[in-house]
């Protein structure tokens, strides 16, 4: 099947876009959608973040809620259409249980394979954190740096690839290079 990468500032309409690309499948489809959700409702601001969009998924999406694990509910999933969002939280996740970045990126890549194997659809979700400022602290660094590579990874692996912006999509493309 396909799977799409929707990448985007936050607040740009990522996850809207992803609910009515699902909600169209669901439309001429009997299979479910499953809804991955990666946030854990660490403040007052994020639980109702998570709440708020608990509210705009459709009663018929399975929602799984699963901050680290990804790849064990990927391999788990046998049919329907699968939304994760997001990889910027689950990044974040995984730095925070220790993981190292050679360790999340080769999880980022496996990710994307099982995407692509399988025989749904899928959409993929990430902010692109690094058209702002350099962060002051190392730790901020590490962060902004490893969701790029594994941006680029998810991008790499997606047939279909979207930045978003004030709710549209602008469609990407790779550059060939051309040896001579």
Same mark, same amino acid.
């Given at each position: 099947?396909?799977?799409?990468? /929707? ?56 929602? *799984?809620?699963?901050? &680290? ?24 996740? /995984?730095?925070?249980?220790? /993981? ?13 394979? *099982? ?38 990874? /998810? ?8 930045? &978003? ?9 790779? *550059?060939? &290079?051309?040896?001579?």
């Amino acid at each position: 099947m396909s799977f799409t990468f /929707l990448v985007g500032g936050a607040k740009s309409g990522k996850s809207k876009i992803a609910l009515d690309i699902a909600k169209k499948y669901e439309m001429y489809a009997n299979d479910p959608v499953r809804f991955i959700a990666t946030a854990i409702p660490g403040d007052q601001e994020m639980t109702a973040k998570i709440e708020r969009h608990i509210k705009e998924r459709p009663a018929t999406f399975i929602t *799984i809620e699963e901050p &680290v694990d990804i790849i064990g509910v990927l391999n788990q999933i046998t049919e329907g259409f699968v939304i994760i969002d997001c990889f910027t939280l689950w990044v974040n996740n /995984l730095l925070e249980a220790g /993981l190292s970045d050679a360790e999340i990126l080769d999880q980022a890549k496996e990710a994307a394979t *099982i995407c692509n194997k399988k025989s749904w659809s899928s959409v993929l979700i990430s902010n692109e954190v690094g058209a702002g400022i350099v962060p002051a602290n190392n730790y901020t660094r590490r962060y902004r740096d490893l969701l790029g590579n594994v941006n680029q990874v /998810l991008a790499l692996y997606a047939q279909n690839n979207y930045f &978003v912006i004030a709710g549209k999509l602008l469609p990407l493309s790779g *550059i060939e &290079v051309i040896d001579g």
